[in-house]
């Protein structure tokens, strides 16, 4: 891509590219012709190839929402009690609805440095990636060139065995995901936003019409697994493994014309920049 100028937006855009809102006086390339503007983060990575991609950081945006909730509780006591503040921070823990988000961004970090390891093997990996108009992240984007497909991994760390119960009747099948003998189907639902995300990047393309992106719950915990039934779950088109079964998913062979890897990573780092 031949170098571009950017310049500041005199007007509120939207970035062609990404979707991201522009505000006025941000540095944006603006196309006259096509009257559409491209963020300048859009443009670096337009500009320079494969090199320009942000691949994301795993856990990281579970890290800074941890640091939030901890600073601003910090905040909250410091200002009820000008006296014994630091005391009672010293002596009191952070509540579980905060310490889950440290715990659930150390478990996507350690997924994420497993999941980098199969770069080698010519997959690509993005982490931690914002779904545009939403709130909501995708853990993990992993392109997997030996079955040409997307797979779409969301981190969990759970305690406890994870389970699949029939609670239908008779003539009847109503699947749930248990894990620690509590219901988490929740989960299986919450797939269906990030799989609508990536579907819509690759729609953008005809070329990748009909690449299938197969959305995974991935529970690393040894403990979240029995080694006497030790196999795959799925909920239609979830799969709730581990970390070997995903590997053994992803090298999985495939009669399938072969993808262009590192243009598709591109497409979709933009289309769903990181967190």
Request: proline fraction near 4%.
């Amino acid at each position: 891509m031949a170098a571009v100028e950017l310049i500041r937006l005199r007007y509120p855009a939207t970035c062609a590219v990404c979707g991201e809102e522009l505000l006025r006086g941000v540095r944006a390339c603006w196309d006259k012709a096509a009257k559409a503007a491209t963020c300048e983060a859009c443009v670096a990575v337009l500009d320079g190839g494969s090199e320009g991609i942000d691949r994301g950081t795993a856990g990281g945006s579970a890290a800074r929402e941890f640091q939030r909730r901890h600073d601003a509780r910090a905040t909250r006591v410091r200002a009820r009690h000008r006296h014994l503040g630091g005391v009672l921070l010293a002596v009191t823990d952070d509540p579980q609805s905060t310490t889950a988000w440290a715990s659930g961004g150390q478990g996507e970090a350690k997924n994420g440095a497993w999941l980098d390891k199969l770069r080698n093997e010519g997959v690509a990996v993005l982490h931690d990636r914002r779904i545009p108009g939403s709130r909501a992240n995708i853990d993990h984007i992993v392109i997997s060139p030996a079955c040409s497909s997307v797979f779409v991994v969301d981190s969990k760390r759970y305690k406890g065995r994870v389970e699949q119960r029939d609670r239908g009747g008779l003539f009847r099948t109503d699947l749930h995901l248990c894990v620690g003998g509590r219901d988490r189907t929740s989960l299986v639902g919450g797939m269906a936003a990030q799989v609508d995300a990536v579907r819509k990047a690759l729609d953008r393309h005809e070329e990748w019409h009909g690449v299938p992106v197969v959305p995974v719950l991935l529970f690393a915990d040894p403990d979240n697994w029995s080694l006497l039934d030790l196999r795959p779950l799925r909920f239609g088109d979830v799969v709730v493994l581990w970390r070997k079964a995903l590997l053994k998913l992803v090298r999985a062979s495939r009669d399938a014309a072969p993808l262009d890897v590192a243009e598709l990573e591109r497409a979709l780092a933009l289309a769903l920049p990181a967190a």
